[in-house]
Protein backbone atom coordinates (compact mmCIF):
# COMPACT_ATOMS: atom_id res chain seq x y z
CA UNK A 1 0.00 0.00 0.00
CA UNK A 2 1.47 3.21 -0.78
CA UNK A 3 1.36 6.27 1.30
CA UNK A 4 0.41 9.34 0.27
CA UNK A 5 1.29 12.29 1.78
CA UNK A 6 -0.58 14.97 -0.31
CA UNK A 7 -2.82 17.67 0.58
CA UNK A 8 -6.49 17.41 -0.93
CA UNK A 9 -7.11 19.19 -4.26
CA UNK A 10 -8.96 22.29 -2.71
CA UNK A 11 -5.70 22.95 -0.46
CA UNK A 12 -4.05 24.39 -3.38
CA UNK A 13 -6.45 27.58 -3.70
CA UNK A 14 -6.40 27.70 -0.13
CA UNK A 15 -2.50 27.90 0.07
CA UNK A 16 -2.42 30.40 -2.70
CA UNK A 17 -4.30 32.83 -0.56
CA UNK A 18 -2.32 32.19 2.42
CA UNK A 19 0.86 32.81 0.32
CA UNK A 20 -0.23 35.81 -1.30
CA UNK A 21 -1.01 37.09 1.91
CA UNK A 22 1.74 36.73 3.44
CA UNK A 23 3.58 38.15 1.17
CA UNK A 24 1.86 41.12 0.50
CA UNK A 25 2.72 41.12 4.72
CA UNK A 26 6.28 40.20 3.39
CA UNK A 27 7.19 42.88 1.08
CA UNK A 28 5.37 45.07 3.58
CA UNK A 29 7.90 44.62 6.32
CA UNK A 30 11.07 44.38 3.66
CA UNK A 31 10.17 47.78 1.92
CA UNK A 32 8.31 49.83 4.55
CA UNK A 33 11.64 50.58 6.56
CA UNK A 34 9.23 50.99 9.16
CA UNK A 35 9.06 48.69 12.78
CA UNK A 36 6.98 46.48 13.36
CA UNK A 37 7.17 46.80 17.17
CA UNK A 38 4.14 48.96 16.79
CA UNK A 39 1.71 46.73 14.52
CA UNK A 40 -0.16 43.57 16.43
CA UNK A 41 1.42 43.61 19.82
CA UNK A 42 0.15 41.13 21.62
CA UNK A 43 1.72 39.06 24.82
CA UNK A 44 3.38 35.77 24.18
CA UNK A 45 4.88 33.07 25.55
CA UNK A 46 8.67 33.43 24.71
CA UNK A 47 10.94 30.38 25.59
CA UNK A 48 13.91 32.33 24.77
CA UNK A 49 13.58 36.40 24.29
CA UNK A 50 17.15 38.39 24.35
CA UNK A 51 17.05 42.04 23.61
CA UNK A 52 19.74 44.05 22.05
CA UNK A 53 22.14 45.04 24.75
CA UNK A 54 19.87 44.73 27.06
CA UNK A 55 18.26 41.04 29.34
CA UNK A 56 17.78 37.88 28.06
CA UNK A 57 14.78 35.54 29.84
CA UNK A 58 13.48 32.30 29.38
CA UNK A 59 10.28 30.61 29.53
CA UNK A 60 7.82 33.62 29.98
CA UNK A 61 5.61 35.95 28.98
CA UNK A 62 6.85 38.93 26.82
CA UNK A 63 5.17 41.83 24.73
CA UNK A 64 5.82 41.10 21.39
CA UNK A 65 4.58 42.10 17.61
CA UNK A 66 3.22 39.01 15.80
CA UNK A 67 3.43 40.48 12.77
CA UNK A 68 6.32 39.08 10.88
CA UNK A 69 5.60 35.63 12.51
CA UNK A 70 1.86 35.98 10.96
CA UNK A 71 3.51 36.58 7.48
CA UNK A 72 6.26 34.08 7.97
CA UNK A 73 3.15 31.27 8.92
CA UNK A 74 1.35 32.02 6.42
CA UNK A 75 4.26 31.99 3.72
CA UNK A 76 5.47 28.73 5.04
CA UNK A 77 1.94 27.08 5.44
CA UNK A 78 0.71 28.20 1.89
CA UNK A 79 3.82 27.39 0.28
CA UNK A 80 3.15 24.01 1.97
CA UNK A 81 -0.25 23.52 0.43
CA UNK A 82 0.66 24.78 -3.02
CA UNK A 83 3.56 22.82 -3.38
CA UNK A 84 2.15 19.18 -1.75
CA UNK A 85 -1.88 19.79 -2.91
CA UNK A 86 -2.72 16.89 -4.89
CA UNK A 87 -3.35 17.67 -9.31
CA UNK A 88 -5.91 16.73 -10.49
CA UNK A 89 -4.37 13.55 -12.10
CA UNK A 90 -2.01 12.25 -9.95
CA UNK A 91 -0.46 9.43 -11.39
CA UNK A 92 3.18 7.77 -11.02
CA UNK A 93 4.75 10.42 -14.07
CA UNK A 94 3.23 13.50 -12.04
CA UNK A 95 4.75 11.64 -8.72
CA UNK A 96 8.23 11.05 -10.62
CA UNK A 97 8.13 15.17 -11.60
CA UNK A 98 7.31 15.82 -8.00
CA UNK A 99 10.04 13.88 -6.64
CA UNK A 100 12.52 15.42 -9.78
CA UNK A 101 11.13 19.13 -8.54
CA UNK A 102 12.01 18.99 -5.09
CA UNK A 103 15.31 16.99 -5.58
CA UNK A 104 16.54 19.84 -8.14
CA UNK A 105 14.81 22.66 -5.49
CA UNK A 106 16.99 21.23 -2.91
CA UNK A 107 20.31 20.94 -4.94
CA UNK A 108 19.34 24.62 -6.41
CA UNK A 109 18.61 26.82 -3.00
CA UNK A 110 21.83 25.01 -1.96
CA UNK A 111 23.75 26.20 -4.46
CA UNK A 112 22.68 29.77 -4.16
CA UNK A 113 23.36 29.61 -0.24
CA UNK A 114 26.74 28.65 -0.95
CA UNK A 115 27.01 31.78 -3.29
CA UNK A 116 25.91 34.14 -0.87
CA UNK A 117 27.85 32.66 1.88
CA UNK A 118 31.27 33.17 0.03
CA UNK A 119 29.81 36.60 -1.45
CA UNK A 120 27.62 38.58 0.88
CA UNK A 121 29.03 39.62 4.42
CA UNK A 122 27.59 41.37 7.38
CA UNK A 123 23.66 42.10 8.08
CA UNK A 124 22.98 41.61 4.62
CA UNK A 125 23.74 37.70 5.02
CA UNK A 126 20.86 37.68 7.91
CA UNK A 127 18.49 39.34 5.74
CA UNK A 128 19.63 36.20 2.82
CA UNK A 129 19.19 33.51 5.62
CA UNK A 130 15.41 34.94 6.33
CA UNK A 131 14.58 34.63 2.72
CA UNK A 132 15.97 30.85 2.87
CA UNK A 133 13.11 30.10 4.93
CA UNK A 134 11.12 30.29 2.10
CA UNK A 135 13.54 29.99 -0.81
CA UNK A 136 13.26 26.03 -1.34
CA UNK A 137 9.70 25.97 -1.69
CA UNK A 138 9.55 28.81 -3.94
CA UNK A 139 12.06 26.94 -6.23
CA UNK A 140 10.21 23.98 -6.01
CA UNK A 141 7.03 25.41 -6.77
CA UNK A 142 8.40 27.32 -9.47
CA UNK A 143 10.04 24.16 -11.19
CA UNK A 144 7.42 21.90 -10.56
CA UNK A 145 4.74 24.34 -12.11
CA UNK A 146 7.00 24.85 -14.97
CA UNK A 147 7.20 20.90 -15.47
CA UNK A 148 3.61 20.72 -15.49
CA UNK A 149 2.88 23.23 -18.32
CA UNK A 150 5.64 21.68 -20.32
CA UNK A 151 4.01 18.48 -19.68
CA UNK A 152 0.17 19.71 -20.38
CA UNK A 153 1.74 21.07 -23.79
CA UNK A 154 3.25 18.10 -25.11
CA UNK A 155 0.09 16.39 -24.26
CA UNK A 156 -1.92 18.86 -25.51
CA UNK A 157 0.51 19.03 -29.38
CA UNK A 158 -0.04 15.25 -29.54
CA UNK A 159 -3.60 15.34 -30.02
Known sequence: ???????PRSFKVIG?????IGLSMGIFIFFSGESMDRYLVVPVFAIVDTIPLGKSSSFSIVENSIFDEISIVLLIMGGLFVSFSRLKTEDEFIRQIRYESLIWAVYFNFAVM???TAFIYGTDYFMVMGINIFSLLFFFIIRFHIKIYQLQKISGDDE
Open 16 to 20: CILFL
Open 1 to 7: MKANFLF
Open 114 to 116: LFC
